[in-house]
């Protein structure tokens, strides 16, 4: 497919304002020879709070009306899960090219579904930004340069009090986004999908071995606990062990990341990378805010990059899919039912 708007700005509509898009319109407002056009939300004083907030002109309610008000290139579409699919292909059938929040779809079987009937018609990216991570990119690259030698093994632990309810205040999570209490895939499908796709970047194809889900959180429908086992090429193992409702831990998720090779062991813990019994010199520090922005910028820089060059997207749909297959695995390993 050839590269969009070469000559001209990139026109973007912006299709969701709740908490997240924040992230998102702070990462479009940094590119240049981009013009957010529009933004739409069913709810309109949202929708208009963003637009006064990021200097879009162009506010609506309904997403098909503002795709008929305006000639876009493109749209960033930041809305909940159930409406992925049905704005992606009304985008599609349009010739708008597409970023989706993650995850694409609530299962497998309609990713596919909506993947085989964009098909090659536009460019059709997930927005999975935790691989742009500056610590997880600086990790890929110390393995690349060989420092932990053959890797054999890994464990992520992720903790966070975010769906803690503690002396009658709502948890952290739920207070952003309400409607997670009534998701009834919660941990794995909605938080840990973002470190099953940052372990397929740095070990390679896994399959799932094991899983094992719990809810700690009574007035959840769904996970807040998870064990998950994972083998790789040649013997490789990992276990992403993750807990949204722990004591004493910060409201956001934080990890701790341990690679072990055959020449050391590489530590990615919080905010601070280091090489097991290497020189304090050599330890990195991270400023996690800072972080959180810079994934959500880059991901939406890869995406008009993409679409400026036609160089393929780090997130594309069909690489997505692979991390979607994964998630999808850790619950039939559960015995979860996926419907």
């Given at each position: 497919m050839p590269p969009v708007a070469v000559?001209?700005?990139?026109?973007?509509?912006?299709?969701?304002?709740?908490?997240?898009?924040?992230f998102h319109l702070v990462g479009w407002r940094a590119l240049p020879d981009v013009e957010l056009v529009a933004i739409c939300d069913p709810d309109i004083s949202r929708a208009r709070a963003r637009a006064?907030?990021?200097?879009?002109?162009?506010?609506?309610?309904?997403?098909?009306?503002?795709?008929?008000?305006?000639?876009?290139?493109?749209?960033?579409?930041?809305?909940?899960?159930?409406t992925h699919a049905p704005l992606t292909r009304i985008a599609a059938d349009?010739?708008?090219?597409?970023?989706?929040?993650?995850?694409?779809?609530?299962?497998?079987?309609?990713?596919?579904?909506?993947?085989?009937?964009?098909?090659d018609r536009v460019r059709f990216m997930v927005h999975e930004n935790y691989r742009h991570r500056p610590h997880y990119a600086m990790v890929r690259a110390r393995l690349q340069a060989g420092v932990v030698g053959s890797v054999k093994q890994a464990?992520?632990?992720?903790?966070?009090?975010?769906?803690?309810?503690?002396?009658?205040?709502?948890?952290?999570?739920?207070?952003?986004?309400?409607?997670?209490?009534?998701?009834?895939?919660?941990?794995?499908?909605?938080?840990?999908?973002?470190?099953i796709d940052v372990m397929r970047v740095l070990f390679g194809p896994l399959k799932v071995e094991s899983a094992r889900l719990s809810r700690i959180n009574p007035e959840l429908a769904g996970e807040d606990a998870a064990v998950i086992v994972f083998s790789g090429r040649d013997g490789f193992t990992a276990v992403v062990d993750g807990n949204i409702s722990a004591p004493g831990c910060p409201p956001m998720p934080t990890d701790r990341l341990e690679v072990m090779g055959t020449l050391g062991t590489l530590v990615y813990d919080r905010d601070r990378l280091y090489l097991e019994g290497g020189r304090p010199e050599d330890t990195v520090t991270f400023d996690l805010a800072k972080n959180y922005q810079v994934c959500f910028s880059e991901a939406v820089r890869d995406f008009t990059t993409g679409?400026?060059?036609?160089?393929?997207?780090?997130?594309?749909?069909?690489?997505?899919?692979?991390?979607?297959?994964?998630?999808?695995?850790?619950?039939?390993?559960?015995?979860?039912?996926?419907?």
């Open positions: 000559d001209r700005p990139l026109r973007v509509g912006i299709a969701g304002a709740g908490a997240i898009s924040q006064e907030a990021f200097a879009i002109p162009n506010v609506y309610t309904d997403f098909t009306d503002m795709l008929d008000h305006h000639d876009l290139d493109a749209v960033d579409i930041i809305t909940p899960v159930g349009r010739g708008i090219h597409v970023c989706s929040q993650k995850p694409l779809c609530a299962t497998v079987a309609e990713a596919r579904a909506l993947i085989d009937d964009v098909g464990r992520m632990v992720v903790r966070s009090s975010s769906c803690l309810t503690a002396d009658g205040s709502e948890p952290a999570l739920l207070k952003r986004q309400p409607y997670l209490r009534s998701f009834p895939r919660l941990l794995v499908f909605e938080v840990l999908i973002h470190q679409l400026r060059t036609g160089q393929p997207f780090q997130t594309d749909r069909l690489d997505n899919i692979q991390t979607l297959e994964l998630m999808e695995a850790c619950y039939r390993a559960a015995g979860v039912e996926i419907r």
